[in-house]
């Protein structure tokens, strides 16, 4: 089991400015690291305070300098939203700077101001995902770009300096429809995805991925990411407390940011099935909605969260843990408690109870 930690870097501290924000955000990084988390990842998002990482990259490069042992991974760039050759560029640097522990990490993008600010339709998404996609992933394989497409028209360019290394066997796909699900396994990724509701309606999803990857590919999918936000305090009451405030503020800029509130995903080609979702949040209420969202969460004493990691281990089978542990305006002293916590006393459980249930599925 991969156990990775995703910086969110979103600002809802009304006594922190941009600058402290992001100081918190990087010794969370780094926490992290030192305590034994296998990876770091961390969003792309643009314009407000929702998600300030224009660059995850960037990021990415300064935490190489930061760090000694966990995997960097971009969680994840936004193919449409990017040119595919300055990704490859960026990914090559990157590999310099953290040799061996570099991953890639690519997304489609869901909210439509973000399309808007970034000058491109949302109509033109999922064929620039696609087709972004295989140029990035054949440019650091082959040390080189080039394409001729109605989208991208590239004349043939080295990338230097030279990447290191080929990604087709770590490449990491967010998922949060079965449209993308299906994209990951076609191109053969790793699929992320962030829990939203009871975890028994992702089982559907998650084995879509997996048929798919399997018919495509020949074999067996690699394990999916479940990525939760995510307290963790020795009191119960003070860990439900610090749930329903902050993950409660979360779920409500995850509302808003997207406009789940809207009708707009219906009529755009890759995006339908938000439209679902967003229904079901109107018919009910954006309350509940909220209330069944924090519950999904995994958080609690550190008792209770491995009971939920083993429940969703007899489900699903083996998959790697993303924990979001600074969001919604908590406190960095409430989200390092968190990381402690989960460190000391719930990472080891994990990676026992995987060890088990893969001896187990071996011995079968």
């Not at 770590?170 to 975890?199: K, P």
Request: aromatic share 10%; hydrophobic share 40%; glycine share 8%.
């Amino acid at each position: 089991m991969q156990i990775g930690h995703l910086n969110v870097m979103q600002n809802w501290h009304k006594d922190l400015d941009d600058y402290q924000m992001y100081q918190g955000e990087i010794d969370l990084a780094v926490a992290a690291d030192e305590r034994g988390f296998d990876s770091l990842w961390c969003v792309e998002h643009h314009f407000e305070d929702y998600g300030l990482c224009p660059d995850n990259i960037q990021y990415l490069s300064y935490l190489a300098t930061k760090t000694k042992r966990a995997k960097l991974v971009p969680g994840a760039v936004i193919l449409p939203w990017n040119d595919p050759l300055r990704i490859a560029e960026k990914m090559a640097m990157l590999e310099y700077f953290a040799p061996g522990r570099v991953g890639l990490g690519i997304g489609r993008g869901l909210a439509r101001r973000e399309y808007v600010g970034m000058r491109i339709p949302m109509e033109e998404a999922r064929g620039r995902f696609d087709e972004a996609a295989r140029l990035v992933l054949k440019a650091l394989e082959t040390g080189y770009m080039e394409s001729d497409t109605a989208l991208f028209k590239q004349p043939r360019v080295e990338i230097r300096p030279r990447p290191l290394k080929s990604y087709y066997d770590d490449l990491n796909c967010v998922a949060m429809s079965n449209d993308s699900a299906l994209a990951a396994a076609e191109i053969g990724g790793s699929m992320m995805t962030f829990i939203q509701f009871a975890f028994s309606r992702h089982l559907p999803m998650i084995n879509l991925y997996r048929d798919r990857f399997r018919e495509v590919h020949g074999r067996e999918a690699p394990p999916c990411t479940l990525t939760d936000v995510t307290v963790i305090h020795e009191d119960e009451e003070e860990a439900r407390r610090l749930a329903y405030e902050h993950i409660g503020n979360h779920y409500m800029a995850v509302t808003d940011h997207y406009e789940f509130a809207g009708d707009h995903f219906k009529g755009i080609r890759g995006y339908e099935s938000y439209q679902t979702g967003a229904d079901l949040i109107k018919s009910a209420g954006l309350e509940e909605s909220q209330r069944t969202y924090i519950e999904a969460q995994n958080y609690g004493t550190p008792k209770q969260v491995i009971e939920k990691y083993r429940e969703r281990l007899e489900l699903v089978g083996e998959f790697n843990a993303m924990l979001v542990l600074s969001f919604g305006g908590i406190s960095f002293e409430n989200a390092q408690n968190s990381l402690r916590v989960f460190a000391d006393k719930v990472m080891p459980e994990l990676r026992k109870m995987h060890t088990n249930t893969r001896q187990a599925s071996q011995a079968a």
